[in-house]
Structure formats: C-alpha cells, structure tokens
C-alpha cells in the first residue's frame, strides 16, 4: 500500500519522463490505495489531501533506505507509528474473515492507512531485509517498490524500467 500511494502521490519522475503531481488528487489517492487494495472505496477531496501528506512522508522512508540512512528511515517511520498510535487488533468486517488492523475503530480513513503503512515499514526496516525497500535505479525514474524477489535483487519499480535500461546497454555496446 505504502508503495501505491507513492508512486501515484508524489512528483518526481516516471519511466523516463517527468511525473508532475496529480492534477486529480482523489483519483490519484484512490489509485495508489488500489494498487494494494483493489476493492477500496473512492477518497473524498480532503481524505486524498492527506494522503498526498502521508505519501510524501513515506516517499522520504524509501529514499533514506536507498541511500543506505536506515536509522533515519527508522526515526521517519517511529514519528508516524507514535503520530498514528499504531497498535494490533483483529477486525472481522465486510464478510471478510478475522485479520489484523493497526488502528481502532472510528479514525479516518488517511491516519488509519497511515498506521498500516507504518507498520509495515516498521517490520520490514526491524529485520534482515531492510534492503528491500528500494527506489528504481533506471535513469530518469524515481518511483519505489518493495523487493519480494526469492534472491533480494530487484533494482527497478516495473519491467518496463528494466527493458528500458536493458536496451540502451544493448545499444550502447555497438548491437545493431
């Protein structure tokens, strides 16, 4: 989720071209919740201006893990578990079986997404496989992803980075 709403909230830049902010906050908020929840409901205008806010706040975890500043990651991520008050609880809801939540019932739709993301990160930077949050290595592309590869090697947001870089190295070694 953590991933979905950067890669659709903050600019920056997007498979070799400039990714501006979204011109249609809510539908880019819905999108990137999507990404990790396909059937979540339609932000409203002021729940897609916060998660703008949280993504940006994310955005900063992935880059400090990309740069190899863990501890500042970890200090990023502590901030939103303390500001979210994250904790564990079981939920059984929308026909769906018991599962975990990270937040109470009754708090917004952005803070409680907020925890979740935070929680997550906070697993993942808490253990061996911090390196797995990364941000694309491709020229001109700044969107993150979260490696789940078996042997821990992903360096690009999609297969689309990975071709492009791919091809100008063939053709940069003379390959017709």
């Known amino acids: 989720m953590a991933v979905g709403l950067v890669n659709e909230l903050t600019p920056g830049e997007r498979r070799g071209r400039p990714f501006p902010p979204p011109r249609d906050l809510t539908a880019a908020a819905t999108e990137g919740l999507r990404a990790g929840y396909p059937g979540h409901q339609e932000v409203t205008e002021s729940e897609a201006t916060e998660f703008a806010g949280i993504a940006a706040r994310l955005r900063a975890v992935f880059d400090a893990v990309a740069t190899g500043d863990v501890d500042a990651a970890a200090l990023r991520v502590n901030r939103l578990l ?33 925890a979740s993301c935070a929680t997550g990160l906070a697993i993942v930077l808490g253990s061996e496989f911090h390196d797995r949050l990364g941000v694309c290595t491709a020229p001109h592309c700044d969107r993150v992803y979260v490696d789940v590869s078996r042997n821990g090697t992903r360096r690009f947001c999609s297969t689309a980075c990975q071709n492009r870089v791919k091809t100008a190295a063939f053709r940069a070694r003379g390959n017709p």
Do not use: M, N
Request: glycine share 16%.
């Open 82 to 114: 303390e500001e979210t008050r994250a904790r564990p609880l079981l939920q059984r809801h929308d026909g769906e079986p018991w599962h975990l939540h990270f937040h109470g019932p009754g708090g917004a739709v952005a803070g409680d997404w907020a």
